[in-house]
């Protein structure tokens, strides 16, 4: 797909707002934004599946770098759509808000392993792209390693990497495990998706990693510590760019109730944080659990519980963003058919997470992972796993008119 607005050769910083004055649209673009409020397209496809030396291509996430790039990111599964075994996270570029990609390029190469889930961040410090991601070996599954039976080399692992050069190249990936791990956790996963940097309040400049990890049964249980209540939710950030990390909020309830998995997470107006969990089937009605940080991530305001205006969401990965802004709304994104991953939609919500609406269905056709991208001040981005026959045919991503998200 051609867009037609295209970048003067050798011109390597974005179209400001400043620049689109004379075409009357300098009130559509956020500052930093590429000119992408004048191109044509809806939607593209930056991965299918079966190119590029990979079978499948799974677990997107995507963000917009300071100089207007967009970076989707995905895991490219070389053996087949498992998630284990040999898998790169790869990363391709779009310059012009989506509508066409670069070159694929490897971030992580799995070499044998799996590396996977990425989270990448903005610093809005240095606006250097931090991504993080998980490792396992790739002899060993996510069920052996939340069995305990898995050594420690084998084990999960996360790692970050920064790029100085809007996203063309990346460091060597860095183990961060000592600190973003505790020691008695067994299974470990970062995101997926775009992970937040915190742009204003007391904690302005933190990045905020959601993720999940899972633990052992206690002593004397009959669990293996593969059953989905071992799960729980936690917290990374970092006040340095990336440089060091901590831990910050542990959700350990393991009682069965609220299993929370994948997290995603994003800045309200206000300073705080939201933070999404997929609930690995607990027992509690529903498949969506919410909460909110006033300390950037450090601790919850309360535990995870039930999101009931989300129950429409399967048991899968989403993903939250905050819009900038007055009066912009916070949105949703997930597929919409409580039984099966299908029908992607998107919700949004005008009270700060507490409830939220559905106001657009993207398709019928299969549906799972996603994240959300704001490409400009009329434009939102949706990087998506969709297929037709199967559900990992495809990474698709779609670009939506703000006006299209009013219930």
């Given at each position: 797909m051609t867009s037609l607005w295209k970048r003067p050769p050798g011109h390597n910083r974005p179209l400001w707002a400043g620049t689109l004055v004379a075409a009357g649209l300098a009130a559509l673009l956020l500052p930093?934004?590429?000119?992408?409020?004048?191109?044509?397209c809806t939607s593209s496809v930056p991965y299918t599946s079966g190119e590029g030396g990979y079978d499948t291509y799974r677990i997107p996430a995507v963000v917009e770098t300071r100089a207007g790039t967009l970076?989707?990111?995905?895991?490219?599964?070389?053996?087949?759509?498992?998630?284990?075994?040999?898998?790169?996270?790869?990363?391709?570029?779009?310059?012009?808000?989506?509508?066409?990609?670069?070159?694929?390029?490897?971030?992580?190469?799995?070499?044998?392993?799996?590396?996977?889930?990425?989270?990448?961040?903005?610093?809005?410090?240095?606006?250097?792209?931090?991504?993080?991601?998980?490792?396992?070996?790739?002899?060993?599954?996510?069920?052996?390693?939340?069995?305990?039976?898995?050594?420690?080399?084998?084990?999960?692992?996360?790692?970050?990497?920064?790029?100085?050069?809007?996203?063309?190249?990346?460091s060597a990936p860095r183990d961060i495990t000592a600190a973003a791990k505790h020691a008695d956790w067994r299974w470990y996963a970062t995101g997926p998706g775009h992970a937040v940097a915190l742009t204003h309040g007391r904690y302005a400049g933190r990045l905020v990693v959601p993720a999940n990890h899972s633990v052992a049964p206690p002593a004397g249980s009959t669990d293996t510590g593969a059953e989905a209540k071992y799960y729980g939710a936690h917290s990374l950030y970092s006040d340095d760019g990336g440089r060091t990390w901590r831990i910050g909020f542990v959700d350990d309830s393991y009682d069965g109730v609220h299993n929370s998995n994948e997290s995603t997470a994003t800045q309200l107006p206000d300073g705080s944080l939201y933070f999404n969990a997929r609930d690995q089937n607990?027992?509690?009605?529903?498949?969506?659990?919410?909460?909110?940080?006033?300390?950037?991530?450090?601790t919850l305001t309360r535990p995870y519980a039930v999101?009931?205006?989300?129950?429409?969401?399967?048991?899968?990965?989403?993903?939250?963003?905050?819009?900038?802004?007055r009066g912009a709304p916070l949105v949703f994104s997930g597929p919409s058919v409580p039984t099966a991953r299908q029908s992607m939609a998107l919700w949004t919500?005008?009270?700060?997470?507490?409830?939220?609406?559905?106001?657009?269905?993207?398709?019928?056709?299969?549906?799972a992972y996603s994240d959300l991208v704001q490409v400009d001040g009329r434009t939102v981005g949706l990087l998506y796993e969709t297929g037709v026959v199967g559900t990992y045919e495809k990474i698709v991503f779609r670009r939506i008119a703000t006006g299209d998200l009013t219930p």
């Open positions: 930093g934004s590429p000119a992408s409020a004048a191109a044509s970076l989707a990111f995905a895991e490219g599964r070389v053996g087949g759509a498992g998630d284990s075994g040999n898998i790169d996270v790869v990363v391709k570029r779009s310059r012009d808000g989506g509508c066409t990609w670069g070159e694929l390029s490897i971030v992580a190469a799995g070499g044998g392993d799996t590396r996977g889930n990425p989270a990448p961040v903005i610093d809005p410090r240095t606006g250097r792209i931090v991504l993080l991601t998980t490792y396992n070996s790739g002899d060993v599954t996510e069920a052996q390693i939340m069995r305990g039976e898995a050594t420690a080399e084998q084990s999960r692992r996360a790692f970050v990497q920064t790029s100085r050069d809007d996203g063309r190249t990346f607990g027992t509690s009605a529903g498949n969506r659990l919410d909460s909110t940080s006033h300390d950037g991530g450090r999101q009931p205006s989300l129950n429409e969401v399967p048991v899968v990965q989403a993903s939250v963003l905050q819009l900038a802004g919500s005008q009270d700060r997470g507490a409830s939220f609406t559905k106001v657009l269905t993207l398709s019928q056709d299969k549906a």
